[in-house]
């Protein structure tokens, strides 16, 4: 537990999740461990590509400070200093290759969707809470994730949907929250966001939303200080997952 970071009890985090009117669900980390198939994605990308990068668990999980995938290579090749800078080109045909393989290892069925998710999203559809997506990677990720793990009919469940390129700056950048905030015309004070990072938590509390944090693989030990409340998982959550 992170010193200081007094991780509000499950019994407080429920009691927000269940009177929020609508609840936005980060994706990768909290819906699914998924960066673990991102970052194999992307060393597939660069072997495909003839690049000799290759990202280990260390090494990405520094690189995951820099949200949006695209971003991300460029960060990696600016820090190299020695090479030539890939053009917006190579990063987009990168950036494809990977996505596709992404999506290949995502419908193994390989990435299940975190514990208490589907349960805390049955609930919230019972007690006629709003639902949304708001995240920092591509439409076809979510796709991808959710078609395996929900079924193809899965955006039906959300009222809206925002991807990392609909909005002009990724997380930390509050962009992607307050456009969701639009779509459903609610107040940030009513709504609750799902997050699992600290470039989500920035995203989210910038946009006046209270922040309920599950803890991830490459986030643990972020500073989730400003969260209202900090999980281990929604499984947690105990009666907010119940319909009553
Ligand atoms: C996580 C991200 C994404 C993924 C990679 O998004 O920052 O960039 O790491 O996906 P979030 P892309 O936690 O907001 O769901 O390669 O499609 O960016
Ligand atoms: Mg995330």
């Known amino acids: 537990m992170q010193a200081g970071v007094l991780a509000s009890a499950p019994a407080d985090a429920a009691e927000l999740i269940r009177r929020a009117g609508a609840l936005i669900f980060d994706v990768d980390g909290t819906l699914a461990e998924t960066e673990e198939l991102h970052r194999q994605a992307f060393n597939h990308a660069f072997a495909r590509h003839g690049l000799d990068w290759q990202w280990d668990r260390a090494v990405y999980k520094g690189l995951l400070?820099?949200?949006?995938?695209?971003?991300?290579?460029?960060?990696?090749?600016?820090?190299?200093?020695?090479?030539?800078?890939?053009?917006?080109?190579?990063?987009?045909?990168?950036?494809?290759?990977?996505?596709?393989?992404?999506?290949?290892?995502?419908?193994?069925?390989?990435?299940?969707?975190?514990p208490g998710v589907i349960q805390l999203l049955a609930a919230a559809k019972a007690r006629g809470q709003r639902l949304a997506i708001a995240t920092t990677t591509s439409r076809g990720n979510i796709d991808a994730l959710l078609s395996q793990a929900l079924g193809t009919n899965w955006a039906a469940e959300f009222d809206a949907i925002l991807a990392g390129d609909d909005v002009r700056h990724k997380k930390p950048a509050p962009d992607v929250y307050l456009e969701t905030l639009v779509r459903l015309k609610l107040d940030p004070s009513s709504c609750v966001a799902i997050e699992d990072s600290a470039n989500g938590l920035a995203a989210a509390s910038r946009a006046g939303i209270p922040v309920l944090i599950t803890r991830s693989m490459f986030f643990a030990d972020d500073d989730f200080s400003a969260a209202r409340a900090v999980l281990d998982d929604l499984s947690e959550l105990g009666s907010a997952r119940q319909e009553n």
């Open 65 to 114: 400070r820099v949200t949006g995938g695209k971003e991300r290579m460029r960060a990696y090749q600016q820090s190299l200093r020695i090479s030539l800078p890939l053009r917006d080109e190579d990063i987009a045909a990168l950036h494809r290759i990977k996505t596709v393989h992404y999506a290949k290892l995502v419908e193994t069925g390989c990435c299940p969707l975190r």
